[in-house]
C-alpha cells in the first residue's frame, strides 16, 4: 500500500489549499482515513480523521477551516484548507488503516507567508 499526497506549496495569509492524496495498493479507502501536520520543531499532530462511517473529527485549531473528504472511486483523500494562516504551516501527511496497518504517505510541505 502506498500513499502518495500532493497540493502543498507556498500560500500566503487568508488564501486556499487543497492536499491530496492518492491511495495505491488498497482496496478501499472506506476505513480510516486522515491528516496529521508537523511543523518545525513541534510533534506530529492530528489535524482531520474521518472514520469509515464517516464521522470526522478534527484539531480545534482547524474547526471550521479545514475540510476532509475522500473519493472512494479515485480511492483519494483530501484536506481542503481554507483561511490559512502561518501557524499552519507544517508537512502534512496522510494516513489510511487499512487491514489492521496504519500506512503514511510521504508528506506534502505547505508554507504560509503572512
Known amino acids: 500500500v502506498q500513499l502518495q499526497a500532493s497540493g502543498g506549496g507556498l500560500v500566503q495569509a487568508g488564501g486556499s489549499l487543497r492536499l491530496s492524496c492518492a491511495v495505491s495498493g488498497a482496496t478501499s479507502v472506506t476505513t480510516v482515513v486522515g491528516w496529521y501536520r508537523q511543523a518545525p520543531g513541534k510533534e506530529r499532530e492530528l489535524v482531520a480523521r474521518m472514520y469509515g462511517g464517516g464521522s470526522l473529527n478534527y484539531a480545534d485549531s482547524v474547526k471550521g477551516r479545514f475540510t476532509i473528504s475522500r473519493d472512494i472511486i479515485k480511492r483519494t483523500v483530501y484536506l481542503q484548507m481554507n483561511s490559512l494562516n502561518p501557524e499552519d504551516t507544517a508537512v502534512y501527511y496522510c494516513?489510511?488503516?487499512?487491514?489492521?496497518?496504519?500506512?503514511w504517505g510521504q508528506g506534502t510541505l505547505v508554507t504560509v507567508s503572512s
Open positions: 494516513t489510511l488503516h487499512y487491514r489492521g496497518h496504519d500506512y
